[in-house]
């Protein structure tokens, strides 16, 4: 079974400043998506990137961006020049690719952003 | 464009009782997926419905059943409740069909409360 893990329960960035959300995941798969989702107050789950396992290339998604590491099983989440409305719950997630695409998100525990005026 | 809607968005319901959740996936996918997310918790996937048929099974309690209608709109039925059932459950809905289905699609989430 696959497993997301998330080793930073909280994080803090000044406004202005770069953070990076460290992810982990396990498989055993080749192909396969990871995403990172964001959760503000409000508890709307709000996709903020996306990365098919078979790129390369890191997503970007304009102040976000991943460094995925394949190999490491690594999936971190950088968010740049942070914004008071980044602060919220982000959780990393994974999702099987197969020819029948039934399958479920899989969520790690999360890391809390704050981000300090 | 159009969303995932969840039905109600709130619910309040004493123990023992029974609560139904609705939940409507987007325009032509016909795959839907039910969490539960408890306070400070990660969502916690309980089960999914591919064409009417369950597809997968989680964490779903034997109280808790849900099916899957001929428009694809989902109901999770929760008897005998319990106060550790109160938490927010998502839905989510997908299209296996799609060319770029690479996500599932998540609603704004019913949050229950048991008192």
């Known amino acids: 079974a696959q497993t997301v893990t998330q080793s930073q329960p909280e994080m803090s960035v000044q406004e202005a400043e770069t953070v990076t959300l460290s992810c982990t995941y396990d498989?055993?798969?080749?192909?396969?998506?990871l995403f990172w989702y964001k959760q503000p107050p409000s508890r709307q789950m709000i996709l903020v990137i996306r990365?098919?396992?078979?790129?390369?290339q890191n997503a970007t998604e304009n102040r976000f961006s991943v460094n995925f590491q394949k190999a490491a099983k690594s999936f971190s989440l950088k968010i740049s020049d942070s914004q008071l409305g980044d602060a919220a719950m982000y959780f990393c997630?994974?999702?099987?690719?197969?020819?029948?695409?039934?399958?479920?998100?899989?969520f790690g525990p999360g890391t809390s952003l704050s981000v300090i005026p | 464009a159009a969303g995932v809607i969840q039905s109600p968005r709130h619910l309040i319901k004493e123990k023992r009782e029974t609560a139904t959740l609705k939940c409507y996936p987007i325009?032509?996918?016909?795959?839907v997926y039910w969490y539960q997310q408890g306070p400070g918790q990660d969502p916690q996937f309980l089960i999914s419905?591919?064409?009417?048929?369950?597809?997968d099974k989680g964490s779903i309690p034997d109280r808790f059943s849900a099916q899957q209608f001929s428009d694809y709109h989902s109901e999770l039925n929760m008897s005998s409740l319990e106060l550790g059932d109160s938490a927010l459950y998502f839905c989510?809905?997908?299209?296996?069909?799609?060319?770029?289905?690479?996500?599932?699609?998540f609603g704004q989430g019913t949050r229950l409360t048991v008192v």
């Open positions: 990365q098919e396992a078979y790129k390369q």
């Open positions: 498989t055993s798969e080749s192909d396969y998506y």
């Open positions: 419905f591919y064409e009417k048929m369950q597809s």
């Open positions: 997630a994974y999702r099987s690719r197969d020819g029948t695409s039934y399958d479920k998100v899989i």
């Open positions: 325009p032509r996918h016909d795959t």
């Open positions: 989510a809905s997908s299209n296996p069909g799609q060319l770029l289905n690479t996500e599932a699609f």
